[in-house]
């Protein structure tokens, strides 16, 4: 990671910042996450899509810090959003309604009314029972939402069985059969304007082929639609582009950008992509520092826990692990067992890892945690959500205070009947 780099005086440094000067500042456990690397991933994607009639919408819920938002917002990103909170942050952030897209299986009415009457551009809709309640509500408003159908293409994304979910037996998209008399049916209702399709088949795909599975089925279904008569001008090509969380190199958006020529090029498609992962993923870190070490060294136990960065529990994912000091990184490497303090053995970042020796105080920084880590904390054991900083260059700010003790409960209230 170009962001990252070990010192001989600072230790490990995050653009130009010491990570143990933030720690020192903000205590354990922290994220930090680097601006300079998400401009530069966006950018980078950007360029790979260039020569492409495609638009970025940054997928909120992979890190959904307003910071972060105004970052990809300034790259010249869109937002895909899949709640009433993620579009009024994209929103809050600057995003334009014009810019947002709305995904997700089970939008409430809530929901579809402010897409509506924010105007945003289009709203995927992931049933035919959603096409009728959109149709519905935006009859009653008086206005008319742009919809393109998610189609779900039945092409397995090799990923993690529960991050992929473009297969016949998950709960995403309209089955690929349908969608002609679902396209049809929204091309007839009032309130609905089909404009095209979309897709998403899972996250932290490492390969191009399942993309070029699914953008041939889905350029397939273009042409099926546009010879029944129906009017296609958009195709959302979804996110998922894996990261090397070990050696292993980033997924490709170049390749991503060739699969989506071959399959849409000279089609007359205004295309999309929507990455979360890809884009702030290894931009972030999450430090932590060793409470103790157990059991003849076996078990190093850290102040994070599943409750901050709950990939390795939930996904059995492999994150890598940096201590911040320098010199560390020399001697004895004996494998370990990392694990935080909460009540589950699920509570584990890496078993059998070959580390150098770990002393009770040695921090740590915990890589590629910028993508689906602070967003699905918890304070499960008691814990307040941990602060952030970001990094530009040589300067760095607070970006959210750790959460006070005290306003873990603030929301209760106990009632009198009891
Ligand atoms: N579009 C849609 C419709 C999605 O459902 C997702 C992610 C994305 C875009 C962005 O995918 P990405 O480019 O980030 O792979 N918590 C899991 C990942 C869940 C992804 C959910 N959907 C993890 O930590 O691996």
Redesign the pocket.
Known sequence: RPQLSMHAFDGLTLEQVPLARIADVLGTPAWVYSAGAMRARLAELKAAMAGLPADVHY?V??NDHLAVLRIMAAGGAGA?VVSEGELRRARAAGIPASAIVF?GVGKTEREIRLAITEGIHQLNVESAEELEVISAIASALGGRARVALRVNPDVDAGTHAK?T?GTAETKFGIPYDDVPAVYARAAALPGVEPVGLAL?IG??IMSTAPYRAAFARAAEMVRTLRAQGLAVSRMDC????GIGYRDEPDGSPAALAGAMRTAFGGMDLELMV?????LVGPAGVLLATVVLVKGQERFVVLDAAMNELM?PAM?D?WHGIVPLAAGTAVGATTPVDVVGPVCESSDTFARGRALPRLERGARVALLDAG??GAV?SSTYNGRPLAPIALVDGDRWAVIRERQAHADLWAGERVPEFI
């Open positions: 997928a819920k992979a895909d995904s991050i979910t998403h996250s932290q979804g996110g998922g582009l929507e990455p979360g992962r890809w990939r996904y994912a993508a689906y699905m």
